[in-house]
């Protein structure tokens, strides 16, 4: 199955408050979550948006539970990972560049920091 991680903003709240309860939640318990936070939805509204995010691979439904499939920093991670692939060709570097600029100095400084962050990553 492909996983999408492009997470729109209710999105994003449901998975907040999943991630806060960090074992599986019934969809009622969750609707009731969801307006301790101002959002009123009907059952509805907040089944379409489960949907959403059981078709992007990010919550397991079960029988009326419902439960995060990634913690948060899993997500971050893929999203960034997602953001470095489209945009700068998977490479740090080219992000790095895009942020700082590029000069012989500070083209330096990033293949240090590069070299860095590859060394973490064979690490862990």
């Known amino acids: 199955m492909k996983i999408f ?14 991630w806060e309860q960090e074992k599986m939640i019934l969809t009622r318990d969750l609707l009731e979550l969801m307006a301790a936070r101002g959002r009123n939805w009907k059952r509805q509204t907040l089944n379409t948006v489960i949907s ?18 990634l913690t948060e920093e899993e997500l971050m991670r893929k999203l960034a990972r997602r953001i470095l692939d489209e945009y700068y060709d ?3 570097k080219n992000f790095c560049i895009a942020l700082l600029g590029k000069s012989a100095e500070t083209e330096a400084k ?8 590859e060394k973490l990553e064979k690490e862990s």
């Open 90 to 92: 998977g490479k740090l």
């Open 110 to 117: 990033i293949d240090k920091l590069v070299s860095e962050v």
């Open 52 to 69: 959403r995010l059981d078709s992007k691979g990010l919550v397991i439904r079960k029988r009326g539970y419902v439960i995060a499939a």
């Open 5 to 18: 991680y492009k997470v729109a903003p209710a999105e994003v709240e449901v998975m907040e408050v999943l």
